[in-house]
């Protein structure tokens, strides 16, 4: 079945370092990419996405680039703040309607 | 935001009892979703509805029973709650008659059972 592989964390930072999450994914045909992001005490954010190869998703100063021939979808941000401390999951769905396949998450903590 | 909200958003009951929680939306999304997060899995479905009365099973749906009956809600029953089952649950919305992937989410239902 198809399945979503994410670096476990945390990810400790300090503030304005640069952040890469990996995020692989195994599944058949051309799924549809989703990072969705998790601050305390919320619910799932989504974050950004990709629908093809070559694809890069972005919103807020996150990026991420859909590569067929690895199957990733690594998310990186240039220049992090504290108040992006959260949990990032990556995620996956084969078709509208379909359920979404997460990552096991990753948390990050950016230090001032 | 989208307009989801979750009832009730923190519970704890005991082992047997029956629980049922409660999604409410005000987007008029077809698809509604229940998924539970737990540490390492991320988020795994539960059951999902494409319609009223329109229900099918996801991946971790033993033990759980679903209804819609509106458009805007969507029931999530524990027909007899187990520790297994202490877990946050998230409910989902989408539209992909409207040609979307997206699923956007609840604030989540913290349960515990003791």
């Known amino acids: 079945g198809d399945s979503v592989t994410q670096m476990e964390g945390p990810v400790t930072l300090s503030e304005e370092a640069f952040l890469t999450i990996n995020c692989t994914y195994t599944?058949?045909?051309?799924?549809?990419l989703f990072w969705y992001v998790q601050y305390p005490g919320e619910g799932l954010q989504l974050l950004l996405k990709?629908?093809?190869?070559?694809d890069k998703g972005s919103n807020k100063g996150f990026e991420a680039t859909y590569r067929k021939e690895t199957t990733s979808f690594h998310l990186e941000k240039g220049s992090v703040q504290v108040s992006d401390s959260a949990v990032y999951f990556c995620?996956?769905?084969?078709?509208?309607?379909?359920?979404?396949?997460f990552g096991g998450g990753t948390r990050v903590l950016v230090k001032p | 935001d989208a307009g989801i909200t979750q009832s009730p958003r923190h519970k704890v009951t005991e082992t047997g009892t029956p629980v049922t929680l409660r999604c409410h939306q005000t987007?008029?999304?077809?698809?509604m979703y229940w998924y539970r997060q737990d540490p390492g899995h991320g988020l795994r479905l539960i059951h999902y509805?494409?319609?009223?009365?329109?229900?099918d099973k996801g991946e971790v749906s033993d033990g759980y029973s679903v209804s819609r009956s509106k458009t805007e809600d969507f029931l999530l029953t524990l027909e007899s709650a187990t520790s297994s089952q202490t877990s946050v649950y998230f409910c989902?919305?989408?539209?992909?008659?409207?040609?979307?992937?997206?699923?956007?989410f609840g604030p989540g239902t913290r349960l515990t059972v003791t």
């Open positions: 989902a919305i989408g539209a992909p008659t409207s040609g979307s992937d997206e699923q956007y």
């Open positions: 990709a629908t093809k190869a070559d």
């Open positions: 509805s494409y319609g009223v009365k329109d229900t």
């Open positions: 987007e008029n999304h077809r698809y």
């Open positions: 995620a996956l769905t084969k078709a509208a309607g379909n359920k979404l396949t």
């Open positions: 599944a058949t045909g051309y799924p549809s």
